[in-house]
């Protein structure tokens, strides 16, 4: 039985006035937000009621007794904070909701504490299952409820200040995955257990957005919000057939209806400008329509004959023609293609048209994806949701192929490439195994987003290495320029002991910079250290009147105890450390023998118990009194004296430094720059190299102390870097280029749906 221990009602929730924007909700979006929750509690509710079970099975077929354990202690660790966990979630649902009309509030830039510059992370093993457990997951949904899920955004965009994708849908599958998450943070399971609770996840909770999205859909439009996008139809659950068409001439993404209307506005368009895109064959009156399966065997047959190297020109229109005035001469009666038929076929033509003279697809792989349009331009006759429905299998193979494309570059080696391998075994396989059974396309989909999700992972991973080196490289940058202001500020122009000079710019400039880096310039820590130089630098000065020698004496101790503790902190070696420290005892030494030799005897104080204390602090770090008198000579050799006439630069460790590059600076307003500043991370460009080689690459970070742009590879590793100025240099003379990244079939059906309504308006 139930207890309210294991149920979490709505009306304990956080209420709207908790949040300052959810009075603004509108009001419709409010019934879309409760009805969301309730659905959503009763299937976390349903989750944890079979996570117990689900977990003693586990248990139950253990291969060992720590194992076992494993899953009680997971057990019970559920059973404990199933309410929290059931109550977190439905109030970050909540919260969701409520930023909708709230502006976006940048996130504060982690501290200098936080990142160590030279320290680089990789996403752990656990870490990375659980990224591919939620990315499949998530794919499963979008491949099944895209439709409704892009209508609900499109919605929610209507009536809410916050711009949403279907990623920051407060109900879409990333962000409901996401705040789960956050709501089992404190499981202190393992992954194995991990894993199983997102399995549940998936089943009770993200298996039923289906219905969520029907209903939150159905609600929007009854409150008048664009009524006009067609609601998406509930799939009531069924026997799977055998029928390979049943995944695609069911009426899952879009009612018969819609179909027959999108595909009907089409062909209107087409038939008010047929003559100005593919004049008919003149046919006398009593020529033949051939059937649907004709035209199939007809297309199989150039489908198994086409040539592995397809120009990119090829008109199957024109095949066509030449393969039905074959059969009209054997039959004697003239066959031609039914206008419907007819209608597919020129509207894949043009889609390939445009496919294969788009600029951001890769000219080297244009080739093998030519090839594919024999078997497209099946499916489409088969199925008329080719053109209508975005989540059509084929249709996302193709997008899919286009986007894992896009970073492809003309030098890659096509034998040695793995992606265009990959590619080429897609192409081969539909060319020899697609006769009309469409279903091949879902198991190839499946089996690409497979391979490009790895392809993905280990690019991100890299990509992510190369934007931690460069931020770790820009602030260790940031702060070696921070040491050498505070070094010329203090050495520039003056004449001293080479030792110290030595000691300050090969030994306490580290530990400046590592001050620097870890606290900032603003702390205590980095005082502390401005504080030491100081110091160092006036204990080797000359001084004339005797309070100096009180001072010394009382300075000596802590100065070198706080460049002992800085040196040993920055880990310098300790040869050298020990020798810079014997060279700048025999400077104090000289430093208090000249006060000695300065000062009559008849003339000089009587010991205090204050000079008894110095020494006895002296003594502890290695300086010995009374002195002994030292001779001119002795003196010359130990304090040789340097003036310092140059700027203090300071290296890299193990690289060498950049110098800044001149360049062209261009006017604040200049167009060129504002195209540049319009670049976002993840924005994928090609720049023009020489007249035969392009370089396509994506922006991997913005590294804002230096104005560094970074520039990597579909692999993820950095293939360049520009600054601001430099960047929109290129963009003026022409040399780097924007790619559009939009889905490319997407792209095609809009352009040739623009052509077609501009030729019935000419």
Not at 463 to 480: I, K, V, Y
Request: glycine share 4%.
């Amino acid at each position: 039985m139930k207890t309210d221990a294991n149920v979490v009602h709505l009306n304990k929730m956080v209420p709207d006035t908790a949040h300052p924007a959810a009075a603004r909700l509108p009001a419709s979006l409010i019934q879309v937000r409760d009805r969301a929750a309730n659905q959503l509690k009763q299937a976390l509710q349903a989750l944890f009621d079979n996570a117990d079970d689900t977990l003693f099975d586990m248990a139950d077929r253990a291969t060992s007794n720590a194992e076992q354990n494993s899953f009680f202690e997971a057990m019970r660790d559920l059973r404990l904070k199933r309410k929290g966990i059931e109550r977190g979630f439905l109030q970050r649902v909540f919260e969701s909701f409520a930023g909708l009309n709230q502006h976006v509030v940048v996130g504060k830039a982690p501290t200098l504490d936080a990142v160590s510059f030279d320290s680089l992370s990789l996403v752990q093993n656990d870490e990375l299952e659980e990224t591919v457990a939620l990315d499949s997951m998530i794919a499963k949904v979008l491949s099944r409820d895209q439709v409704a899920l892009t209508h609900l955004t499109t919605r929610l965009n209507a009536i809410v200040s916050k711009k949403l994708d279907d990623k920051s849908n407060p109900l879409g599958p990333v962000l409901l995955s996401e705040l789960f998450l956050e709501s089992c943070s404190g499981l202190g399971v393992e992954i194995k257990v991990k894993l199983i609770i997102l399995k549940l996840f998936e089943k009770y909770v993200l298996s039923g957005l289906e219905q969520l999205y029907s209903d939150s859909n159905a609600l929007l439009i009854e409150a008048g919000v664009l009524p006009e996008l067609k609601a998406v139809p509930t799939r009531r659950s069924r026997p799977e057939r055998s029928d390979a068409l049943e995944g695609f001439q069911r009426s899952g993404d879009m009612a018969d209806d819609e179909v027959r209307e999108v595909f009907g506005a089409l062909q209107e368009l087409l038939s008010q400008t047929r003559e100005g895109i593919a004049p008919r064959r003149h046919a006398p009156a009593n020529a033949m329509p051939i059937s649907t399966n004709d035209l199939m065997r007809l297309l199989s047959h150039m489908q198994q004959r086409a040539p592995i190297q397809a120009p990119l020109d090829v008109d199957l229109r024109a095949q066509l023609e030449h393969l039905l005035t074959r059969a009209s001469a054997k039959s004697g009666r003239v066959r031609v293609v039914g206008e419907v038929d007819e209608d597919v076929i020129n509207l894949v033509s043009m889609l390939f048209e445009f496919i294969l003279d788009d600029r951001s697809l890769p000219d080297s792989l244009k080739a093998l994806i030519a090839r594919l349009q024999i078997p497209m331009l099946k499916v489409a006759v088969l199925d008329k949701t080719f053109f209508s429905r975005g989540s059509h299998p084929a249709r996302r193979l193709l997008n899919e192929i286009a986007t894992a494309a896009l970073g492809w570059g003309d030098h890659d080696s096509n034998q040695r490439d793995s992606l265009y391998q990959k590619i080429e075994q897609v192409v081969q396989r539909l060319l020899n195994d697609f006769t009309d059974d469409p279903a091949i396309f879902s198991e190839l989909l499946s089996d690409f987003l497979a391979f490009t999700g790895d392809e993905r992972r280990r690019s991100e991973l890299l990509e992510q290495r190369t934007r931690d080196a460069e931020e770790g490289s820009a602030r260790a940058e940031m702060a070696r320029r921070e040491v050498e202001q505070a070094l010329n500020d203090r050495l520039l122009g003056k004449t001293l002991p080479e030792v110290v000079v030595r000691l300050l710019r090969e030994a306490w400039s580290k530990v400046m910079m590592l001050t620097c880096l870890k606290h900032g310039t603003d702390s205590e820590q980095w005082q502390s250290t401005l504080a030491t130089m100081d110091d160092l630098i006036w204990s080797v000065e000359p001084h004339e009147n005797p309070e100096a020698r009180l001072r010394l004496l009382e300075l000596v101790p802590g100065l070198l105890k706080a460049l002992r503790e800085g040196m040993a902190s920055a880990a310098f070696d300790p040869f050298s450390t020990s020798e810079f420290f014997s060279q700048l005892e025999a400077l104090h030494v000289q430093a208090f023998q000249r006060f000695k030799r300065a000062i009559p005897d008849a003339e000089r104080p009587a010991p205090t118990e204050s000079d008894e204390v110095q020494r006895s602090a002296l003594s502890a770090v290695g300086i010995e009194l009374p002195l002994l008198d030292l001779q001119p000579e002795e003196e010359s050799s130990i304090s040789a004296m340097v003036e310092i006439v140059e700027e203090i630069v300071l290296e890299a460790p193990g690289q060498p430094r950049s110098e800044p590059q001149d360049e062209p600076v261009l006017a604040d307003d200049d167009e060129s720059l504002r195209y540049v500043d319009a670049l976002r991370v993840g924005s994928w460009v090609e720049f023009q190299e020489d007249d035969e080689h392009k370089l396509r690459c994506k922006l991997a970070a913005i590294i804002k102390p230096t104005g560094k742009y970074i520039f990597v590879n579909r692999t993820g590793m950095k293939v360049l870097e520009k600054t601001r100025m430099g960047l929109a240099v290129e963009f003026r003379r022409n040399a780097v280029r924007l790619l559009d990244d939009a889905l490319l079939f997407d792209r095609a059906l809009e352009s040739v749906i623009g052509n077609l309504r501009r030729l019935k308006g000419a």
